[in-house]
């Protein structure tokens, strides 16, 4: 793996951890940092031992805390628009072709909570705390919280939390659907390492089509997302995964997938 300054790309069997390694800084996210991760990712992408994907960040106090402040108050009208932003980092991390957990172990506000609506599925210790503060300074979420919270909660409660700046503690991200899982941070990891097992038992191929059909219907009519997902069947119908694992439930044992 390569070495990043502003982030630890760990390895752990069929796991890799992105972790934000800014602990002084409650993990802010700069420029840098999101470059760090940008890099990571291809890296990751490109390692076939790799099957699934943790963000978290170093420390047990915070996740992301969200963007550099200082960076943030001198950003003008064309940074917004300029691509290879946080906002386009993010829409990487959505449709990344594997499997992607938040595991959140402290603060994960601004840009930190938007990095967690990218992921897949977000898993969160019970000290955690999740909002999207920016229009306390006057600004709006723009690294796809506008979109990705409504898509999770629903427009009101992602409107309530936006527009007050409302910061939810990890019982009340679980009970509105913002968080799958919530447990003790002693066993974050471990939990987090549970539900990565239960998707890496599927087919990879499944896996993988599956969050196509997800993403990209979730963001189009009904109609047309039927259709994706109709021909993300035809696809998997035709692989030798397919036929292995249907073999495997009729003879009662676990199926052995390959990934073809």
């Known amino acids: 793996m390569i070495t990043f300054a502003n982030i630890d790309v760990i390895k752990k069997g069929p796991l890799a951890y992105i972790v934000i390694n800014r602990p002084d800084q409650r993990n802010a996210l700069t420029k840098d940092t999101l470059e760090d991760i940008k890099e990571a990712l291809e890296d990751v992408r490109k390692d076939d031992s790799i099957a699934c994907l943790v963000f978290t960040g170093q420390g047990d ?5 969200g963007a550099d402040i200082g960076q943030l108050r001198e950003k003008t009208a064309l940074d917004a628009l300029t691509s290879g932003g946080m906002q386009d980092v993010y829409n990487l991390v959505e449709s990344f072709e594997k499997p992607t957990i938040a595991m959140i172990n402290g603060y994960a506000l601004g840009g930190g909570c938007e990095l967690a609506l990218s992921c897949d599925i977000r898993v969160a210790s019970t000290t955690a705390k999740l909002g999207l503060p920016e229009l306390n300074l006057s600004i709006i979420p723009s690294a796809g919280g506008t979109q990705r919270l409504v898509r999770i909660v629903g427009k009101g409660k ?6 007050m700046g409302k910061v939810v503690d990890a019982e009340e991200a679980h009970r509105i659907g913002l968080v799958s899982e919530v447990t003790s941070p002693e066993v974050l990891e471990e939990k987090v390492e549970e539900v990565a097992d239960q998707i890496l038992s599927k087919g ?34 035709s692989t030798e995964d397919k036929r292995e694992g249907t073999t495997a439930f009729l003879e009662k044992r676990k199926p052995e997938y390959k990934g073809r």
Not at 217 to 229: F, H, N, P, R, V
């Open 204 to 237: 990879p191929l499944a896996v993988k089509l599956a969050k196509i059909a997800v993403n990209l219907g979730s963001d189009a009519d009904i109609k047309t997302g039927l259709m994706i997902e109709k021909l993300a069947q035809a696809v998997l119908f």
């Open 158 to 163: 992602a409107l309530e939390m936006i527009l």
């Open 61 to 65: 106090r915070s996740f992301a805390a």
